[in-house]
């Protein structure tokens, strides 16, 4: 009896094995272990670091150049709250806000499947307390789709801030340099770290986020000796924004990189530091105005393009059901397409013979 109670036994567990999406030889269903076509880990990037290898990060708003970033292969994603700017037309970051920077940070989610994601925390989100700082932390987790987060860090309070999000149980990136969340302070966007006060205060601040935690930095808009001098001091990697080559990993916003403004009004937001590898803009412009010449023209759209065809049954009964609700001019309009296009095919799917 015995062998046939541990026979059935290892039938039902056998049983319950076929039936589980749960593993063998796991504590719980979560998710898969990581390979080359899955998403970057903060692992990847310290792997890629102690190996001396470039990170490429690109900030981005929206699915389709999520989709673009995924298909090239790059490092890291940041959804920036330079979409204040960019995407919103705004002349600062200041304006954006938490549930408008979630949408961004949304759709990023739903196209970049590869890199690291990292969603900015917009201005006056987590400046009052780190309790704030931790729960803005955690919506752009949980409601944007987030893997970490980034926040400008020139303060105590900011500092502080990025030591509570990590204690929370968050990645978190700092950023050091021009922060333009506080142009007001720095009056305006201004490169810094020009003497020597500003050059070792930033330098101290990015060991300070080390210290707090971050496990990169972004540094924006300084001379590359000083960019030079906080990688060689910081054991986390440094991406560098307009701060030279001697930085651990570079990052550039996709529409400045693509060329997409390319218009006079615009020249005044396409940064020095960027080079453009594309000039999309004039591309779109091309294409927009030969769309508007040939709707204006009427050769948009074509035979080719009007693609949606009725039969002969489904067609007469049509005329015949707008004769008899008195809308004459509606059924000469439809005689009139049918006899102009090849609208009409016949019960086979071919459309019928011309005389």
Partial sequence: MSFLRAQKARCFLSHLRCMSN??????YGGPKAQNSNQRVTLTNLRQKHKRREPITVVTAYDYPSA???????IDVCLVGDSASMVVHGHDTTLPITLDEMLVHCRAVARGAKTPLLVGDLPFGTYESSTNQAVD????????GGMDAIKLEGASPSRISAAKAIVEAGIAVMGHVGLTPQAISVLGGF?????NIASAVKIVETALALQEAGCFGLIVEC????VAAAATAALRIPTIGIGAGP???GQVLVYHDLLGMMQHPHHAKVTPKFCKQYACVGDVV???????????TSGSFPGRSHSPYKMNNK???GFLNELQKLGLDKAASAVAEAAEKYDTVKSSDGESPAKD
């Fill in 136 to 143: 803005t932390a955690v919506r752009v987790l949980k409601e």
């Fill in 314 to 316: 489904e067609f007469d």
């Fill in 246 to 248: 001697f930085c651990s």
């Fill in 67 to 73: 989709v673009h970033l995924d298909t090239a292969g």
């Fill in 285 to 295: 412009n091309k294409a927009l105005l030969e769309y508007k010449e040939e709707v």
């Fill in 22 to 27: 749960i593993p063998e030889n796991t504590v």
């Fill in 222 to 225: 300084v001379p590359p000796l």
């Fill in 190 to 194: 201004r490169p810094q770290g020009k």
